[in-house]
């Protein structure tokens, strides 16, 4: 206690990378989310012999980046006085924890103040928009690597009831499906067809924001009509009102605030009983992070999402276990994971680094109301979620991806596009 007591950080060393997707999830990662892959890795070094703490922070996709006014905060101070200053920043505050774990000689989930309630937590693959022919590929990788769990996201422009049963015919009886629209179902009137639909479908776990967040009235009008559970990511505005009219079977604790924040919500939902997943996506570094947290909150028994699945290298030199659907918390100190240095420097960007990724023609082919094509990702959301302008949920839809041939004729089709949507009913 003596040694920890004095503990002392030396040095926070930041480490820029860009860590490639797997290659049959690049594509379609890359229309939306291409810059996950661009992430800081923070050492935090300290007086002690043999203790050196490791976190990470998603650079375009994290509750908060670590600052140089942050680091030097700390710089000279005991790691165990900052462990749950959630404005620290994702990396930093992870890599502290791991710190103060490895000092005590005790793993990471032994400081959050709760007892353990579990030595293996449920852990879910995780895909993007895609074909259903591509996920049912994905699903077979995810057997094969222990997964038992599958959240997807829906959208307009792939017809979700063939996604579920490609996963479905891929997989065992216990696989478990769980579909995420971020509200692109818009409203219960035409969010409850579609559900009820997938409802006669098998191995559907539950649904995940089908309506907008802020739409408790149709919430509550939904989870009375749909027989799988209805969840929705934690807002604490909102919460008493879920739960004074039951609007919600579960939710989706996610690291916004940082890790006090992500305790309170999972402690805060299980005095109303309800489940909810942790969903902190990044390498194995932050799902070694998430296990700790799931192995002390009582609630957390739906399959936590970190996205791990989705990246070539998970930067640790030893993989986490993962079998039977569960993924096993390390027992060896602090994170319990050793950062792998040789994936460090093959990954290593400079800091000022960007993520470029090509210009895409967005093909959405709507069935009988013909295609309408865009210049971007957030162009079609908003003309599907925002603007009304397609059928939630269109029978057969596919989408085509054309990518910038560096043509004259693509071009000016893209400026086209970008300008207005081209609807087509040839």
Not at 44 to 55: F, K, P, S, W, Y
Not at 152 to 159: I, N, S
Not at 306 to 318: P, Q, R, V, Y
Not at 403 to 413: A, C, K, V
């Amino acid at each position: 206690m003596a040694a920890a007591d004095n503990l002392r950080i030396l040095d926070v060393k930041r480490t820029m990378i860009h860590l490639p997707f797997r290659e049959r999830v690049k594509p379609w990662n890359d229309l939306l989310v291409s810059g996950w892959g661009l992430i800081e890795v923070l050492e935090v070094h300290t007086n002690a012999e043999g203790v050196l703490g490791v976190g990470e922070t998603l650079v375009d996709y994290t509750w908060q980046r670590v600052t140089d006014e942050k680091i030097a905060s700390v710089i000279g101070t005991n790691p165990a006085e900052h462990l749950f200053d959630d404005s620290l920043g994702a990396g930093l505050q992870i890599a502290l924890l791991d710190a103060v774990g490895q000092a005590l000689e005790v793993p990471a989930h032994r400081l959050l103040g709760l007892p353990a309630v579990r030595d293996w937590c449920p852990i879910s693959w995780w895909n993007t928009k895609m074909p259903p022919e591509l996920l049912a590929r994905e699903a077979r990788q995810a057997l094969d690597e222990g997964y038992l769990a599958h959240k997807f996201k829906a959208r307009p422009w792939f017809d979700v009831r063939e996604q579920v049963k490609a996963i479905a015919a891929a997989t065992p009886e216990d696989y478990l499906i769980d579909i995420d629209w971020n509200g692109m179902l818009r409203s219960p009137g035409e969010a409850l067809p579609v559900l009820s639909e997938l409802d006669e479908l098998p191995k559907i776990g539950l649904y995940e924001s089908p309506i907008r967040q802020d739409d408790m009235i149709g919430q509550q009008q939904l989870r009375g009509r749909i027989r799988r559970p209805l969840a929705e990511h934690y807002r604490k505005d909102l919460f008493p009102v879920w739960m004074r009219d039951d609007a919600l079977d579960a939710f989706v604790a996610v690291c916004t605030p940082g890790m006090s924040g992500i305790l309170s919500q999972g402690i805060t939902a299980a005095a109303f009983n309800k489940t909810f997943w942790l969903q902190v996506v990044g390498s194995g570094i932050t799902t070694a992070f998430t296990t700790h947290l799931g192995a002390v909150l009582t609630h957390a028994s739906w399959p936590m999402v970190t996205g791990m699945n989705t990246f070539a290298d998970d930067l640790i030199e030893k993989p986490l276990a993962i079998a039977g659907g569960h993924v096993k918390v390390p027992t060896e100190p602090g994170l319990g994971i050793t950062l792998d240095r040789n994936a460090l420097e093959r990954y290593r960007v400079p800091p000022a680094y960007r993520v470029q990724t090509p210009r895409h023609l967005l093909t959405f082919n709507t069935g009988t109301a013909g295609t309408r094509m865009y210049g971007d990702m957030l162009q079609m959301w908003e003309d599907c979620r925002v603007n009304h302008n397609v059928a939630v949920q269109p029978v057969g839809a596919s989408l085509e991806v054309r990518t910038d041939d560096g043509s004259p004729e693509f071009d000016r089709i893209w400026r086209r596009a970008r300008q207005k949507p081209i609807w087509s009913f040839s």
